[in-house]
């Protein structure tokens, strides 16, 4: 059986909202140059701490603003329900994906 892969997470809470940035950890500190812009995977938003993937996903699911980064975390929040495939963008051949959680 694989291990489990390793994030970087950090959680912010501003103003009523949560957010959760998730990197997987290769990423940490990476500067992905894309077509139209670039994404600092800057180690002051992402890098609170290094955890597994499934802890990282509980915590994405309290989440009111999710920031992702990485094949890893894309896809989990992906089978998770957090993040419709069609909204994720790929920088430099990694996938990013935002999400916001609307109040009904």
């Known amino acids: 059986m694989a291990e489990e892969p390793m994030v970087y997470i950090n959680v ?47 915590k994405a699911r309290e989440a009111t603003i999710l920031n992702l980064v990485g094949k890893n975390a894309v896809s989990a929040a992906i089978r998770e329900g957090l993040v419709h495939p069609e909204a994720v963008l790929h920088v430099a051949g990694v996938p990013h994906a935002q999400a916001v959680k609307m109040p009904y």
């Open 12 to 58: 912010i809470e501003v103003r009523g909202e949560v957010v959760v940035a998730i990197c997987d950890e290769d990423l940490l500190g990476a500067k992905l140059i894309g077509e139209d812009f670039v994404l600092h995977v800057n180690e002051r938003f992402y890098g609170g701490e290094r955890v597994p993937l499934s802890y990282a996903m509980s």
